[in-house]
């Protein structure tokens, strides 16, 4: 593991470029030929002076050539293996801050800048500098609103949210306070934390708490930053009036068991650190109990001959999830 530790950095008040935007690819070229396509639309009628830099987890698609020859602007930093989301955006952050750029963004590659959102999310930062973290409203690709706000979550919240118990109890009060649904999706309203699909950080604020926490190889590593954020005195706020599409997860679905395994552990590390050893390790026991109950639910549909194929994927995949441990 990196350490977190940021280097030294100029003086603050050293501002050599606007805006750095920090994006982790794997696998999603075509997404991510969109997505710096829209950047650069946004850059160029936002006029900042800005610096783009991708980091390719290993990519087997193209990737790498795909930039070299289509968007030479953008420094590549081509990883020998996939780092994960995580450790992939503080590679880049740990070469941007000597630089001090006045705003970083962290960007998904699978997603599209619509119209002058760099610039509204800028000026609310530019005129609130008690603001660390900020967020821009996300929507899916047909337009429709998709929720990027939350509460921090409760250990109850934990044991619901992405589980068999959040099937069986979709409209429970723990997570309409989690999903925030009590608030208006379409008003600039503080937030404990907000999707890492796009966040726009303030140096300070990172300098003062450190980078993402590579314990989480990705998921749950944008609640920890900004409950470290939060706890250092700064807002983190949502912005409506930025707007991002965002496909959603185009990444993590083409190894879905992996998916499951980095999405549980990394509640358990983030329940560890916040909410103790004992919570965490009850977490994970019920977490792989959940697991256990869906791979024997799957077999008996198996057994008496119901849509075989899906049924031998899934208990593949739930084996695979229990033999992990969901020890990260």
Request: aromatic share 10%; hydrophobic share 45%; charged share 20%.
């Amino acid at each position: 593991m990196v350490s977190q530790s940021i280097p030294p950095a100029h003086s603050l008040l050293t501002t050599a470029m606007d805006l750095a935007i920090v994006i982790v690819n794997w696998n999603v070229r075509d997404l991510l030929r969109r997505c710096l396509t829209s950047v650069q639309r946004g850059l160029d009628e936002a006029s900042l002076d800005a610096a783009v830099i991708v980091v390719d987890n290993a990519s087997t698609d193209g990737s790498p050539a795909m930039l070299r020859r289509e968007f030479p602007w953008v420094r590549l930093i081509a990883a020998p293996r996939n780092l994960g989301f995580t450790a992939g955006n503080n590679l880049a952050l740990r070469l941007l801050f000597p630089l001090v750029p006045r705003y970083v963004l962290l960007l998904n590659p699978d997603t599209e800048i619509v119209g002058d959102a760099l610039r509204r999310m800028i000026r609310y930062m530019d005129a609130h500098p008690d603001v660390g973290l900020l967020g821009p409203r996300l929507r899916y690709p047909d337009g429709s609103v998709q929720p990027s706000r939350r509460r921090f979550p409760s250990l109850r919240t934990l044991f619901l949210e992405s589980t068999l118990l959040q099937q069986w109890r979709p409209h429970s009060a723990t997570l309409r306070d989690f999903y925030m649904q009590d608030q208006p999706d379409d008003v600039t309203q503080d937030v404990d934390w907000i999707v890492g699909a796009a966040m726009l950080a303030r140096p300070a604020a990172v300098q003062q708490v450190g980078l993402l926490d590579e314990g989480y190889f990705m998921y749950s590593e944008e609640v920890d930053w900004a409950r470290r954020i939060k706890a250092a005195g700064w807002r983190v706020v949502y912005l409506p009036d930025a707007e991002i599409i965002h496909y959603e997860g185009k990444s993590s679905e083409q190894v879905v068991a992996q998916r499951a395994i980095y999405f549980q552990s990394s509640k358990v590390r983030y329940a560890h650190k916040w909410h103790g050893a004992a919570a965490a390790e009850s977490l994970r026991l019920f977490l792989l109990a959940t697991y256990l109950y869906q791979m024997g639910e799957e077999s008996a549909k198996w057994l008496i001959g119901h849509q075989r194929p899906l049924r031998a994927e899934r208990i593949r995949a739930y084996r695979h999830v229990l033999a992990s441990g969901l020890r990260g």
